[in-house]
């Protein structure tokens, strides 16, 4: 097993909100990793920052978070994407605005992983997902 943690989690480590003891209890010892996805969002949040001093706090951060091994995108991963963007379309709850979230949720499946979040409403509705929610 294992755990990707969601942006939500990286970010709020970042700022302070959240200690990485906290996280460490709830990983466990199971191995945290990576999707680009994720750390597309964290580069938007890099480039996007207001201030160099907030621009050069996010690219040390995000620096260290790169130590952590990243899974591969493939054609089963976009397989499973799209299976699961059909599943939450016909659910009612549209997909079209919560890409980044469903490539996540996809790559987790896929790798038989868990997905640690702060946005529950992000995720739950993903079916086959593994999903912990602080």
């Not at 906290?22 to 945290?32: F, K, Q, R």
């Not at 978070?65 to 963007?85: E, H, N, W, Y």
């Not at 997905?115 to 929610?133: K, S």
Request: aromatic letters at 4%; charged letters at 25%.
């Amino acid at each position: 097993m294992g755990v990707i943690l969601d942006t939500s989690i990286w970010v709020d480590v970042e700022r302070g909100r959240l200690a990485p003891r906290d996280v460490a209890n709830l990983t466990g010892d199971e191995p945290v990793y990576l999707v680009p996805p994720i750390l597309a969002e964290l580069e938007y949040g890099v480039q996007r920052a207001a201030t160099p001093g907030q621009r050069a706090k996010r690219s040390s951060a995000l620096a260290r978070i790169r130590k952590k091994p990243c899974l591969v995108i493939d054609q089963d991963t976009g397989s499973l994407f799209g299976q699961l963007a059909a599943a939450v379309d016909a659910s009612g709850k549209p997909s079209r605005h919560r890409t980044q979230d469903l490539w996540i949720a996809a790559a987790a499946i896929q790798h038989h992983l868990k997905v640690l979040t702060r946005n529950r409403t992000d995720f739950e509705d993903i079916p086959g997902l593994d999903l912990l929610v602080i």
